[in-house]
């Protein structure tokens, strides 16, 4: 190498020298290690500003929405109602300890010492999400609570260093025990359940409260990924990885010394039960709730309390009651109606309530074929009239004012009346001259026979013997609704209008000897914030017993011997009234036995529920009276009900007999000149010709041998057809059928 070439090689060692160091001048340990404090100074900086400015905001609203759930008698699950959640918060003392170990040993061993936060997986979350990677978990279980009750689930960065920030004011500012409450009651655990108890009704069908071990560590496996980890609906890979997680969780716990070692080896897996639709609206369940609710509007508990959430509504409907009653209405009517193909089928609508005659409980009720295709409820509207089921009512007004015929003697069992058809009533300023079903005369017939037969004549003289205002103020106290009541003779054939709720009462206080007996249908109403004790129905006496176990013992005959005959069967000891409004509109069968009180209806519907129409023809049947459909109906349901049958009899005292009245004379025939006269009620179908006949012969109505011939009065000029009964003459008014008052 030349002289000229070495000067160059050392030249180019001088540059590089000098470069080097430079850069060691630049980069020295002094500088970096300034340096690098300077960044986390100006990181906790910044930070202790995000800290500063960012507040513990107020729950969103979602994690605070809770849904309503109502519940049968014995507490298991009728519906869920709420705005789209399935949530109902539980208090944290309501959890078994050892499953409270199992969301901790599941998502944060370290969650009872710990500061609130993991910044390692918080870290780890925030790369991932700003690389593109999506969700990365890591989050302790402040973090998560923090999420799904004060942010939201979106996997940005803002977000998450919010996360960050709020998670370490609520570790300061909560319990554990409140944060770790909050979580469990706010995580989404699949299935449509949002928190611990409807994650413990949708996969076990069990209260929170009665989770064990294996089940809470099943769900405590659910919170990683409830989608995947569903047994019910996961792949074999995803059934693996829960088993994985399931069994992992039980080591932590065991880690922890939360579990020994003997009681992890006696677990066996939890195998959730099959997932079941959300209970809905539809069928019977649309009617019970809104029962409810309308109960608990009186109760105090408005509208806006219900829609804030986190109720708990148990009712006093008995669910295998319940459930025969639906049955019994499927059986003996739905399933031989054609509602597609006959337009007199698609009319009918039945209604039934039910009630437990000791208590008042309704036990079970039937509003209608399905809520969500008719949202009337037949067991609570108000618009059909009860017919003949009022009559016992008259009945019972006589004997507690002690009425007396017009002749003076005292009204009973045995007392014998004018059974004729048409026969006008006599003392009365209201004209009144009612047709007997099918316009069948009776003669000489005795109150019990009368009832058995559900004779017109003889109750709209017995209401005129009482005074329609007594008997009137006699149904009012046993529980019959004030609505379209006039006080006029053509009452007794139960012209005014009820429910089978109200008619349900007064029976139930007939079976209760007298004592007073209000339907109702809340049991208990509970919130985390507040319990409603619903108010006690009065119980007073509302007629004596007396009188009470006396029509008792007349309704037994209507089904023993009488119009109610298809209830009847050696299963049980009953006692009942058929019912049937004027042209077949409605159609009741109203009886009880010592231990249930039930009254079933079916009405004519048209036009969407704004027109009452004929049942006759229902399921080509004919006429659809008291003593057909609804009593059979009854007869299923009881039976049902009943386990098969009671051996329980009815305990009647001081059962009133009555006199026998002298018989009549002409003096007592009405006025040739009526002060008044009532205006019938014009019907919608036309007329047909009647295809029963009643059960019993005029002969047979005869009143004992003992008793006196009671003369018919002579015939009184032709007066109008009164509401609630047909003059029999087809064609002279429209529908005319001659079929009213069976």
């Known amino acids: ?102 969301f901790v040993a599941a998502e944060n061993k370290t969650f009872y010492k710990d500061q609130g936060v993991d910044l390692k997986g918080t870290t780890r979350a925030l790369l991932s999400t700003v690389s593109g990677k999506g969700k990365q978990g890591g989050s302790t279980i402040t973090q998560q609570y923090v999420k799904n009750y004060y942010l939201t689930q979106d996997p940005t960065v803002s977000r998450k260093l919010k996360e960050l920030v709020i998670s370490l004011k609520i570790d300061q500012q909560k319990s554990k025990d409140e944060i770790l409450a909050g979580y ?24 929170a409260k009665d989770l064990n071990v294996s089940q809470g560590a099943y769900l405590a496996s659910l919170l990683q990924a409830p989608s995947q980890y569903d047994w019910n609906s996961a792949t074999p890979t995803g059934k693996k990885l829960v088993k994985e997680r ?33 209970a809905g609206m539809e069928g019977q369940t649309g009617y019970l709730v809104e029962a409810a609710n309308k109960e608990l509007e009186k109760q105090g508990v408005t509208e806006e309390d219900r829609e804030a959430g986190g109720w708990t509504f148990t009712l006093t409907v008995d669910k295998k009651r319940q459930q025969a009653l639906e049955k019994a209405v499927d059986d003996q009517l739905e399933s031989k109606l054609d509602r597609e193909g006959s337009k007199v089928d698609a009319t009918v609508q039945a209604g039934a309530t039910s009630v437990d005659p000791k208590t008042g409980k309704v036990v079970a009720l039937y509003g209608g074929e399905d809520y969500i295709k008719h949202y009337i409820s037949n067991a609570t509207r108000q618009d059909y009239q009860p017919a003949s ?42 004209p009144f001259s009612p047709q007997n079903e099918d316009d069948r005369s009776y003669g000489p017939i005795s109150v019990q026979k009368a009832m058995n037969s559900s004779v017109n004549s003889v109750f709209a003289q017995m209401i005129v013997d009482v005074t329609p205002s007594a008997a009137k103020q006699t149904a009012l106290d046993l529980g019959v609704p004030d609505k379209n009541f006039p006080e006029r003779p053509a009452v007794s054939l139960g012209t005014m209008n009820a429910s089978t709720w109200d008619m349900a009462g007064a029976y139930a206080t007939l079976d209760n000897h007298g004592r007073k007996v209000t339907p109702h249908i809340v049991q208990s109403a509970e919130h985390r914030d507040r319990t409603v004790n619903p108010e006690k129905p009065k119980r007073e006496q509302a007629i004596s017993r007396a009188s009470a176990d006396t029509v008792t013992k007349a309704l037994t005959g209507v089904v023993d011997a009488g119009s109610g005959s298809a209830a009847n069967t050696s299963a049980y000891d009953a006692a009942g009234k058929t019912g ?48 057909g459909f609804p009593a059979r109906i009854w007869a299923d349901y009881t039976l049902g009900a009943l386990g098969g049958g009671s051996g329980k009899t009815f305990d009647l005292q001081d059962v009133e ?20 006269t009532e205006e019938p009620t014009p019907s919608d179908t036309p007329s047909e010709t009647p295809s029963e006949t009643p059960s019993e012969s005029p002969s047979s109505s005869a009143p004992p041998t003992d008793s006196p011939t009671v003369t018919t009065p002579p015939t009184s000029p032709e007066l109008p057809p009164q509401p609630g009964e047909d003059d029999g003459q087809p064609g002279e008014r429209p529908g005319g059928n001659g079929l009213f008052g069976e």
């Open 657 to 676: 007999r009555g006199e026998v009245p002298a018989p009549p004379t002409p003096s007592d025939t009405p006025s040739e000149e009526p002060t008044e």
């Open 389 to 430: 089921t009022f009559k016992p009512l008259v009945l019972a007004s006589a004997l507690e004012n002690e009425s007396t015929t017009q002749d003076g003697s005292l009204i009973g069992l045995n007392t014998v009346y004018d059974g004729t058809s048409k026969r006008p009533v006599v003392g009365s300023d209201t």
């Open 246 to 278: 399931w069994a992992y969780t039980l080591r932590n716990m065991v880690e922890m010394d939360w579990l020994t070692e003997s009681e992890k080896a006696k677990l066996k897996f939890a195998y959730p039960q099959k997932p079941k639709p959300a």
């Open 1 to 102: 190498m030349g002289r000229a070439d070495a000067r160059r090689a050392q030249a180019q060692e001088s540059r590089r020298a000098a470069k080097s160091g430079g850069i060691r001048r630049l980069f020295t340990w002094k500088k970096l290690l300034g340096t690098f404090f300077g960044i986390v100074l100006l990181g906790m900086g910044a930070f202790g500003a995000l800290y500063l400015y960012v507040d513990v905001p107020a729950a969103n609203a979602m994690a605070e929405r809770q849904s309503n759930v109502y519940k049968y008698s014995d507490g298991t699950v009728l519906a869920r109602t709420g705005k789209g959640v399935n949530r109902q918060i539980v208090d944290l003392d309501e959890v078994p300890k050892k499953v409270q170990h199992a």
């Open 580 to 627: 049937t409004s004027e042209d077949n509109k409605s159609a009741w069968f109203a009886g009880y036995t010592p231990e249930l009180t039930t009254v079933v209806a079916l009405f004519g519907e048209g036009d969407g529920g704004r027109k009452q129409v004929s049942l006759t023809g229902t399921a080509n049947s004919g006429r659809a009276n008291g003593g």
């Open 184 to 207: 469990i009651n706010t995580a989404y655990y699949g299935r449509g359940a949002s928190g611990i108890q409807a994650a413990a009704q949708a996969y076990y069908g069990v209260d």
